[in-house]
């Protein structure tokens, strides 16, 4: 599995990375990034419509890293913006007919929203690399009643599951430095987590332990297609799960006593 991490990580963390993330507040680094990391895309989020001189910069760091940048725009763009550098869209794609709209346009990845999270073998038939955010329960600001239960997180002992994806990459959002060197060294290194789910996933606000949910819980969510808010059919995989998981625990807290 690749792994995609912000440029303000220590530098043992960048050197493992596929992929190096850019806050636009520290676009000024990418000279010096390309310099010291030659071998590794350099994605820069872009999130406001461009100058004239901005398209020019990167057109130069695009050239200067050998075509190693790529734009990730927090909105859709026009062709004129992104010349002949690498792009996608940094916002969740929820739909196959946006995601075939994408990718005719040239689009080199597609970010997952829900349902098409929950539908991982059909997206595998797009043939397009898709980028996976595990520490997220919902990437879509709507806000939900389900304590983020239902929602897109993937557990690190699930990640293995999402390689049968066109070349999958991990990135993680809305966490500093130390959260996600920390997150990084579970998902790729530990590959387990025995905690509350919660505490490595924001927006899921539910106290079971991970170690006590269901081994077979992450291959049944991978092409569940999300169907507990489809009015016609009725799943409580998920909640099941976690209700089982608190079960467990307090029956192991009273055999201790």
């Known amino acids: 599995m690749k792994f995609c991490l912000d440029c303000r990580l220590s530098p043992q963390y960048l050197k493992q990375a596929d992929q190096i993330r850019v806050q636009p507040r520290d676009s000024n680094y990418i000279s010096s990034l390309i310099e010291e990391y030659p071998d590794k895309d350099i994605i820069l989020v872009v999130a406001e419509i461009p100058t004239m001189e901005d398209i020019e910069k990167w057109q130069r760091w695009n050239k200067l890293s050998g075509g190693h940048l790529i734009l990730a725009f927090n909105y859709y763009p026009s062709p004129e913006q992104y010349g002949n ?17 994408l990718i005719a346009q040239g689009s080199m990845c597609l970010r997952l929203g829900s349902p098409l999270a929950f539908m991982i073998d059909k997206v595998a038939l797009l043939k397009v690399q898709v980028r996976l955010v595990p520490n997220q329960a919902y990437m879509s600001v709507v806000p939900r009643d389900d304590n983020g239960i239902l929602g897109q997180w993937i557990r690190p002992e699930d990640v293995y599951l999402y390689e049968r994806l066109h070349d999958p990459i991990i990135e993680f959002d809305f966490c500093r430095q130390p959260e996600e060197e920390a997150l990084y060294r579970i998902y790729s290194e530990q590959h387990s987590w025995p905690g509350p789910l919660s505490m490595i996933v924001q927006g899921l606000e539910d106290e079971a332990l991970n170690r006590m949910l269901p081994k077979e819980l992450g291959e049944q969510r991978l092409n569940c297609g999300h169907k507990c808010y489809d009015p016609s059919a009725s799943c409580h995989i998920c909640p099941n799960a976690f209700k089982l998981a608190a079960m467990l625990y307090n029956k192991h807290k009273l055999d201790k006593t």
């Open 85 to 101: 550098c690498r792009w996608y869209v940094n916002y969740p794609v929820e739909s196959f007919s946006e995601a075939q709209a």
